[in-house]
């Protein structure tokens, strides 16, 4: 397989084209973004990180039944993943009160939500992402009725494995956001990524952040800290 032209270049990482229509390039870049990429830096070693970081979870994922883009690594900083037709919302649950809910309704960070939020975003940074619903999405045409019911089930179903395996690495999964696509079956498929940078992981013990809020928040230790998150899943960087 050849990596042909790029064919879109996301804040965080790039996609190329292949020789096979099929199939696509994810490179991740060292580039880390914040705030729809109002702050973005280079950081050493992020790229390969989330790359080898992706591609442990979504394998998790896809023994636990769960359908992801992922095929192959292909080198430290690259993935070849299924082309599919993405759709431009955003997954998130939320098992712990955090960011954008605390700052929304004034709640109480940290406080546990039984049972977990679902929230979709649209992804539009000139609108900073903002919070729709199913009914947006139907009206809109982003996703039918059923698709949206799909990437319901299946987000849940990543918050029932995920939950369990960062608890057994001393972490809480507080919240997450995906993406979906669908195949040329017509089947919803687990898009884009998932790495320290799309959800947030506190310590179990001390609460400490262990992902992309030691970025936004200038906390430093960030890559070092996700070579620590996989570390503690046995995954060693
Ligand atoms: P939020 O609290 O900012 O709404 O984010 C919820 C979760 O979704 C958090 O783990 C970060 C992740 N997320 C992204 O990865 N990209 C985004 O553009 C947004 C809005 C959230």
New binding site residues.
Partial sequence: MEKREELYRGKAKTVYLTDDSDKLVLYFRNDTSAF?GEKIEQLDRKGEVNNKFNHFIMTKLEEAGIATQLESLISDTESVVKKLDMIPV?C?V?NVA??????RLGVEEGKLLDPPLF?F?L?NDALH?PMVNDYHIESFGWATKAQVARMKELTFAVNDVLKALFDQGGMIL????LEFGVDSDGNIILGDEFTP????LWDKATRNKM??DRFRQGLGSVVETYIEVADRLGLKL
Avoid: M, P, T
Avoid at 197 to 200: L, Y
């Fill in positions: 729809d955003e998130v939320r955090a960011g954008s809910l605390v700052r929230e975003f992804k992402d507080v919240d997450y956001k940078d799309g959800c947030r992902d992309k």
